[in-house]
C-alpha cells in the first residue's frame, strides 16, 4: 500500500479540510477526518487506496468491449483503468461512475459529471455493498469490486446489464 500525505490546512470541532497528495502531486481538496491533536499546516501521511502499481488520478473515460458487452470505465490521463478519484471531480470519469452507481446499485442520484456530496454517499453504499472500505473514494479496490453498467455489443439486441469489468 503506497501512502499519501495530507496537510491541514484548517481544523474546527470534528471536521478538517485537507489536501490529498497520491505519489506526491496533490489532487484534492476536501474534508479529511479530524484525529486528536490535528492542527492547521500539520502534515498527516495516512494509508491510501492506491497500491504501488495504481494508474494516476482519473481524469477522463474510455470504452472497453469484452465478453460481448461494452463497458465506459473511468481512466487516467494514460488510460490506465485503476485510476483514483473523490468528491471535487468531474468529467466523463465522474459520468461513468455515476452511471454505475445509479443503474448498477440503485442509487437516487443524478448523472450530471460532477461529483458532490450524492455521489460520495452512493459510492459508500456501494462499496458496503462490494465489502470494500466504504470511505467514499474511488480507487483501484473500488474499481475491482465495481459492476458496471454494459452494454450488449448487439445493434438488434442492446441490452443493459450490470457486470463487473
Not at 494516476?56 to 483514483?84: E, M, Q
Not at 454494459?150 to 439486441?157: E, G, L, R, V
Amino acid at each position: 500500500m503506497q501512502k499519501t500525505t495530507t496537510r491541514i490546512l484548517a481544523a474546527a470541532g470534528t471536521s478538517a479540510l485537507a489536501i490529498t497528495s497520491f505519489v506526491g502531486v496533490s489532487h484534492a481538496t476536501a474534508p479529511a477526518a479530524q484525529e486528536q491533536g490535528d492542527r492547521v499546516g500539520q502534515v498527516r501521511t495516512v494509508p491510501a487506496e492506491v497500491s504501488t502499481k495504481a494508474a494516476g488520478y482519473c481524469t477522463t473515460s474510455k470504452t472497453f468491449r469484452k465478453n460481448g458487452y461494452v463497458y465506459t470505465l473511468p481512466v487516467d490521463s494514460n488510460g490506465n483503468r485503476g485510476c483514483t478519484m473523490g468528491q471535487g471531480a468531474g468529467g466523463k470519469h465522474v459520468t461513468a461512475l455515476q452511471n454505475a452507481l445509479k443503474f448498477c446499485y440503485s442509487q437516487s442520484i443524478d448523472v450530471d459529471g460532477i461529483w458532490g456530496p450524492r455521489t460520495t454517499v452512493a459510492l459508500k453504499n456501494a462499496q458496503k455493498k462490494m465489502g470494500v472500505t466504504a470511505d467514499g473514494r474511488f480507487g483501484p479496490n473500488t474499481n475491482a469490486k465495481t459492476k458496471w453498467r454494459a452494454i450488449k455489443d448487439d445493434p438488434n439486441n442492446p441490452v443493459s446489464s450490470c457486470r463487473t469489468y
